[in-house]
């Protein structure tokens, strides 16, 4: 395990009192890697206010905030898993982007995740650039001391699937909290459409479509032509791919093929078929015909 400690020394230091739109990286800590632990010491003393709500919080952090970016290049979850608290009350606050918006006279941004003093910051965050603001709850400022660890995520084995051939046409039912999965091989690259618009018993879907490794690729509640029933058009490049069916309220984690079944049930008719799919199948001779119960 490795272990730095980086001093919250601003590197675009922000002029006290000088309002801006927008947050403001005020150190980079490059890329952390599987096991790494960095000290972050610092003081929002002076520091300029950007941000009053991160939308993943309902309090109000007035107090000023010091931003890190960092980047991860594998799936990670992070935690803070010690903070020498000395009682100025700072909240943690992971982002994807530093934008905010002003409404009523307070500043807004879209948070991902937050801690509060200690604990993990909820979900699995994927290869990309991040952001940790650390601000003060309701104005709140002082020095802080805190460990951001990095830890690797291992990926759960992939869901029980029914297999199924490229053009398929399947009829199912979907009982209340339940996820019926299928998975598929592509050989080559295809325009393809994943609908449930032939659907009769069932009257609200929800469908995700996830690559092999378990990420979210694409979901869909409500098809574009006014209905509730669901259809996801992509190109997939040759690989192995899964597809989770769900009533509606069901949702789709973005990584590990975490998919939470909704209530609505009934019988079903899945389509995956090369775009542009026809809602009646000609030549169903062609097809892998399945019927699930």
């Known amino acids: 395990m490795t272990r730095r400690v980086i001093m919250g020394i601003a590197v675009l230091l922000l002029s006290a009192g000088v309002a801006s739109a927008d947050l403001t990286v005020n150190y980079d800590l490059g890329t952390l890697a599987y096991g790494s632990t960095t000290t972050l010491t610092g003081d929002t003393t002076g ?15 007035s107090g000023p905030e010091f931003v890190y970016q960092f980047t991860l290049l594998e799936n990670s979850i992070l935690s803070i898993p010690t903070n020498a608290y000395d009682g100025i009350d700072h909240d ?20 991902l995740a937050f ?35 990095v830890e690797q995520y291992a990926a759960p084995e992939p869901p029980a699937a029914t297999a199924v051939n490229v053009p398929s046409q399947v009829d199912g039912t979907l009982d209340a909290g339940a996820v019926d999965w299928y998975s598929f091989s592509l050989t080559e690259t295809l325009d393809l459409d994943i609908n ?29 032509g006014g209905g509730y029933l669901s259809q996801i058009l992509a190109t997939l490049d040759a690989g192995d791919y899964y597809v989770a069916l769900g009533g509606y309220n069901t949702t789709f ?26 809602l009646v199948l000609i030549g169903l001779g062609a097809l892998t015909l399945i019927r699930r119960r």
Do not use: H
């Open 47 to 61: 520091m300029v206010n950007n941000c009053d709500y991160y939308g993943v919080a309902s309090w109000i952090e």
């Open 115 to 149: 801690v509060d003093e200690t604990g993990t910051f909820d979900g699995i965050w994927g290869p990309g650039t991040y952001y940790l603001s650390v601000d003060g709850y309701n104005g709140a400022e002082g020095t802080f001391n805190f460990d951001l660890f």
């Open 253 to 278: 984690g973005s990584i590990g093929w975490q998919v939470d079944g909704g209530t609505a049930t009934g019988d079903y008719t899945l389509q995956i078929v090369p775009e542009p799919a026809a």
């Open 92 to 111: 943690q606050f992971l982002l994807d982007g530093l934008t905010t918006y002003e409404s009523e006279g307070a500043w807004y941004t879209d948070g």
């Open 196 to 224: 449930t618009l032939l659907s009769t018993g069932i009257g609200d879907t929800e469908l995700g479509l996830y690559d092999v490794d378990g990420n979210l690729i694409a979901s869909n509640d409500d098809w574009g």
